[in-house]
């Protein structure tokens, strides 16, 4: 079997590289999947055993293969969306799109679950159950994740388990690291604003200075995760935008702050969501000032399901030996809307290594640098095929 997954990714790496590439060289927004859509669905298209759904977001595909098979199924995710930044690299294939390229490695993730469905196609006689494959638009801006698993994708078949993967540049070529429980954070994005009193800048006495609040707020947020949050546990604090004014002489009657809180643990937004409320609301009215403080709900922490986290680590191992997996690394405080997924059903999603042999240091995830390494596919459509094959063929549930 392992010879035949071999060779049969051998077969498919070149239409893989190249769908890669063109991906990388027209990136889209999230929601605007459009034309990453219509290339996924005209290579599966083609495939035998495999049935392509009608879309339940606009822009997402999802396929079955062995639709009719009985037994369990298995649910292999990749994201497609891009990023609003402006590529720096002088790749071939870079960014034809100005101001748009993909920093997080999507298009990586398509081009390996799209060789993961040519291969397994090629073998589906094999395979135990049944395979959806869910390309799924907006990750990055809006949890397209959620909206999918509302709208039923892990329905009709239901979905006995859930596995996805994403490129991981701080981890040298090939290594799968993948841990039990909490392994990406939750997030909340907020926004605070605070109101004073406008004045001539000349006379700040008359006014209600905002930005001195605001100011004030920011160092404050600082603390609370310094000294509210318990050392042993993981919390984020940061305000990544701030607006007021509009010139140089002129005290602003408005300021408005925005950015993120990320945590590993429940207890521990609520935490830091009230303690926010309570740092904002009341440094402002020392000032003299008046703060509202909201949040959008972001994603949930992505909590890996330990039965499948063992079968992933456990098949990286026999692949690619002992030494080329980590099951120890600490959680990361990056966020992942494949957490509604594992919200509903096993789930587990594990990092592939991108950093190339000899390099110390990689350009990071959302930098316009990035690049996703071309090295890693057929190492991420190995994973796929062979926790596939695994999955379906075990007798427990969970794995």
């Not at 809006?142 to 509302?150: K, P």
């Not at 993967?165 to 994005?189: D, F, K, Q, T």
Request: aromatic residues 4%; glycine residues 10%.
């Amino acid at each position: 079997m392992a010879d035949l997954i071999t060779r049969q990714i051998e077969r498919a790496l070149p239409e893989v590289v190249a769908l890669r590439h063109a991906l990388h060289a027209h990136p889209e927004l999230s929601r605007g999947e459009h034309e990453t859509a219509r290339r996924v669905r005209q290579m599966l298209g083609g495939l035998e055993g495999l049935e392509v759904l009608e879309p339940l977001m606009e822009t997402d595909v999802v396929a079955i293969l062995n639709p009719a098979r009985e037994g369990r199924c298995l649910a292999l995710r990749a994201d497609m969306d891009a990023l609003p930044v402006q590529e720096q690299t002088d790749v071939p294939y870079k960014s034809q799109v100005p101001g748009v390229m993909h920093a997080c490695g999507h298009e990586g993730h398509v081009a390996i679950l799209v060789g993961t469905a040519m291969v397994l196609s090629r073998m589906a006689d094999t395979l135990a159950g049944r395979v959806k494959f869910i390309f799924q638009p907006d990750e990055e801006d809006g949890g397209g994740g959620g909206v999918l698993c509302e709208q039923g994708v892990l329905d009709s078949p239901p979905v006995d388990a859930a596995v996805a993967l994403h490129g991981w540049p701080a981890e040298a070529e090939g290594v799968i690291s993948v841990r039990p429980g909490p392994c990406m954070a939750a997030n909340n994005p907020f926004a605070i604003t605070v109101r004073g009193r406008g004045a001539h800048g000349a006379y700040p006495h008359r006014g209600v200075d905002p930005i001195v609040a605001a100011a004030q707020i920011i160092v404050g947020l600082q603390a609370i995760v310094a000294r509210n949050v318990d050392p042993l546990d993981s919390a984020v604090a940061t305000v990544g935008h701030i607006s007021a004014g509009s010139t140089t002489n002129v005290i602003p009657t408005e300021c408005v702050m925005t950015g993120t809180l990320r945590y590993l643990r429940p207890e521990t937004g609520e935490l830091l969501r009230r303690r926010l409320c309570e740092v904002a609301e009341q440094t402002a009215k020392a000032h003299g000032a008046q703060a509202q403080v909201t949040f959008d709900p972001g994603y949930p922490p992505m909590n890996n399901d330990p039965e499948l986290t063992r079968l992933i680590a456990d098949t990286a191992a026999d692949l690619f030996g002992p030494q080329q997996v980590r099951t120890d690394d600490p959680p990361t405080m990056g966020v992942e809307d494949f957490a509604y997924y594992a919200q509903r059903v096993p789930a587990a999603v594990f990092h592939l290594g991108l950093r190339p042999a000899g390099v110390d240091a990689y350009p990071g995830l959302h930098t316009p640098a990035f690049d996703f390494n071309d090295a890693v596919l057929p190492v991420g459509i190995r994973m796929f095929c062979e926790i596939a094959k695994r999955f379906l063929s075990s007798a427990n549930p969970a794995g």
